[in-house]
Nanobody, 125 residues
Framework: QVQLVESGGGLVQPGGSLRLSCVAS????????VGWIRQAPGKEREEVSC????????YYADSVKGRFTISKVNANNTVFLQMNNLKPEDTAVYYC??????????????????WGQGTQVTVSS
């Protein structure tokens, strides 16, 4: 059983930064692609970013490209999402998930993949 625990969300002003962390069960990161998916009220779910199990490929949604950076440290079982220049439209619950990652898209099914409990990010003045 894979467990994913997110942290780092909070309230930040527009233009500010946050770093989300996702701690995975031991031995997870070398064997699973991992990414971040966000869900805002009244909006469709959005696959934000992902990183492959090898760490050699990453994906970013157009809406966050140039502002968000995903990284991981296998030794610490942790995936990070550095979010800079945050905008009100970034407000959502951010979920750390396993899935399929390529450099052009990320897919994760709640039914067949592992999801964390989510962390709230609110961007507001």
């Amino acid at each position: 059983q894979v467990q994913l625990v997110e942290s780092g969300g909070g309230l930040v002003q527009p233009g500010g930064s946050l770093r989300l962390s996702c701690v995975a069960s031991e031995f997870t990161l070398p064997y699973f692609d991992v990414g971040w998916i966000r869900q805002a009220p009244g909006k469709e779910r959005e696959e934000v970013s992902c990183i492959t199990k090898s760490g050699l490929s990453t994906y970013y949604a157009d809406s966050v490209k140039g502002r968000f950076t995903i990284s991981k440290v296998n030794a610490n079982n942790t995936v990070f999402l550095q979010m800079n220049n945050l905008k009100p439209e970034d407000t959502a619950v951010y979920y750390c998930t396993t899935g399929y990652c390529s450099d052009t898209y990320y897919r994760s099914s709640e039914e067949y993949e592992y999801w964390g409990q989510g962390t709230q990010v609110t961007v507001s003045s």
